[in-house]
């Protein structure tokens, strides 16, 4: 939930202030071309371009993937962030100030505010004091070069009591320590470090800033691994390690890997696989997947081949399933974890492992057991974790390979749904007519802008078959009414369903170029349509006003089906 009031205003402030040309040409390589920008679509390979950037309209639009939208749909698409994350992104960038929602949230601002500044400054004496002699002997003994510390921010937090507490006292508030899961107050109220003897891990929130730690103990404390407590920056269970860095390599290794630990993770970066993320000692939860299911479609877990390990990696597929995401699982040795294959093998016997990750039901089968007697007994656990799978298609297909090999017919399996095969559709696939996107495009496009209000009130709304096009023209018909110019780049604020959005962007691109004379005769076609629609209702009408003999009502239904059946224009 947003901190900020995302009203209509705002939103338009925001995509306003943003260059679109800007934010696409961070990503891709823009030529100018007359009044547009052309470059090679992020979205899907191509070798010519045909990503089409207008910063007039602030919009794009791909002829080849047919994907387009305006400045904000953009960052969604690329960063996979909500509406919300995306704004903010945007706002931030273009140094928009966004209202906050309440009181209630300008507390909880200035709470998180309190704890990342606290954070930060324990980060400078935790970063520098990492150099000193027993953490920069651990990390060269895990092979972390100093490249991999400076990236990943590697610190040390030193075996005293009270040593980070000393140093920032007089700098922040004792309850600020307190608030960050920095400091720990004793039954005395005396404060002492949470953190102590450890190598420090800084945990990122998807924007990169800093949320809690992480520590590794180089003592002989038996907790191998502290991490901060709950805080109101940090919630454990909806937090994946390595996120905000593994968010930028998705796109082009088109999955995620998840693996358990924090150097396992580092170590897998190091070796050239930017897409790892981390559980942080807990197991992979629906915050998890959910987050994972909107930036990749396919994620790979990697997790230790021990018992824990095993069961870890069942709860991971069941939930991953439930979100509808591809899953490969790779089970390591018993006593080999990623790191330690890195570091043996390099990056390339790693690639050689994952690239033999086993399939969602070859994993459930390994994990039955050998003999079709051990699959059998093992069967309908199984079957549970496959069907929270939501595709049906998917789940029919799993169902079917986990009975052939425990060798019970899929018919005795119980009641299993039948999958109905729905093509994939393409982006834009899903178009209006060629008259609406005409009507559509002539309004927005085409018309001199004095005669577009005009025209926009003759559009019979529900004489349109396709509901993005009534969208449209519903928000165009409400514009004109308060006497709002009717621009493409000024309706973005009132539409706030994303396929319309797209439309928009690809109208000037997809819809046939549409005269105002054209115009006028597909306008008369749709009210032609609209009046045989009310003369055949107007039959109905009076058939039942005959059987039921409502002389009155009869009258009065023959009076208005006369005066339509002859009127010939639009009125």
């Not at 800007?22 to 071309?33: C, F, K, P, S, W």
């Not at 002997?137 to 040593?163: C, H, I, K, N, Y």
Request: aromatic share 6%; charged share 30%; hydrophobic share 40%.
């Amino acid at each position: 939930m947003s901190l900020y009031d995302l009203n209509r205003v705002v939103v338009a402030q925001v995509r306003e202030a943003a260059d679109i040309v800007a934010v696409i040409g961070e990503v891709i390589t823009l030529r100018h071309r007359g009044r547009n920008w052309l470059g090679l679509c992020p979205f899907h390979g191509e070798k010519t371009p045909s990503f089409n950037v207008s910063r007039d309209k602030g919009t794009y639009y791909c002829f080849g993937c047919k994907k387009g939208g305006d400045v904000i749909d953009f960052v969604m698409e690329t960063e996979r962030l909500s509406f919300a994350e995306a704004v903010e992104r945007l706002a931030d960038r273009f140094g928009v100030s966004l209202p906050l929602a309440s009181p209630e949230a300008r507390r909880r601002r200035d709470e998180q505010e309190e704890a990342t500044a606290a954070l930060e400054a324990a980060q400078v004496v935790f970063s520098r004091q990492v150099h000193e002699d027993r953490p920069r002997a651990f990390l060269e003994r895990r092979g972390v070069s100093p490249q991999t510390v400076l990236e990943f921010g590697l610190g040390f937090a030193r075996p005293d009591w009270r040593a980070l507490t000393d140093t920032l006292r007089g700098k922040l508030a004792e309850r600020t320590l307190i608030a960050a899961g920095l400091a720990v107050q004793g039954d005395d109220g005396r404060l002492w470090d949470r953190f102590r003897d450890r190598v420090m891990i800084p945990i990122r929130s998807l924007r990169g800033s800093l949320i809690a730690y992480g520590g590794r103990t180089l003592g002989d404390d038996p907790a191998k691994y502290l991490n901060s407590p709950e805080t109101p920056l940090f919630t454990k269970n909806q937090t994946l390690f390595a996120l905000d860095r593994a968010t930028r390599a998705f796109a082009t290794a088109e999955r995620c890997l998840v693996v358990e630990g924090y150097f396992d993770c580092i170590a897998l970066h190091a070796a050239g696989f930017g897409e790892t993320v981390a559980t942080l000692g807990t197991a992979l939860s629906e915050h998890h997947a959910r987050e994972l299911a909107r930036r990749v479609r396919r994620v790979v877990v990697c997790f230790d081949g021990d018992a824990p390990g095993r069961k870890a990696a069942l709860g991971a597929l069941r939930t991953l399933l439930s979100f509808d995401l591809e899953v490969r699982v790779l089970l390591l040795p018993p006593d080999q974890d990623p790191d330690d294959i890195v570091r043996s093998e390099g990056g390339e016997g790693m690639a050689r492992r994952l690239a033999a990750a086993l399939a969602e039901s070859d994993f459930l089968i390994n994990e039955m057991g050998p003999s079709r007697e051990d699959r059998r007994a093992a069967l309908r656990g199984s079957l549970e974790i496959v069907d929270a799978c939501r595709d049906p298609v998917r789940r029919f297909a799993m169902r079917e390979e986990l009975a052939r090999a425990a060798g019970v017919p899929v018919e005795q399996l119980g009641e299993v749904e039948t999958p109905r095969i729905v093509a994939g559709r393409a982006e834009g696939a899903d178009r209006p007519p060629a008259g609406e996107m005409a009507i559509l495009r002539g309004v927005l496009v085409d018309l001199p802008a004095a005669r577009r209000a005009e025209t926009v009130r003759e559009i019979p709304l529900d004489a349109l078959d396709h509901p993005l096009a009534r969208t449209i023209v519903r928000s165009l018909q409400k514009a004109a009414g308060e006497g709002r110019t009717l621009e493409i780049s000024d309706l973005w604020s009132d539409i706030d369903e994303r396929d319309a959005r797209h439309l928009l962007a690809a109208l000037e691109h997809e819809a046939p170029e549409t005269s105002a004379d054209d115009l006028q005769l597909i306008l008369r076609g749709l009210w032609e349509k609209q009046r045989k629609k009310k003369l055949a209702h107007l039959n109905s009408e009076i058939a039942r006003a005959e059987r039921q003999k409502d002389h009155e009502t009869l009258q009065q239904l023959l009076q208005e089906w006369l005066l339509l059946s002859r009127r010939t224009t639009p009125g």
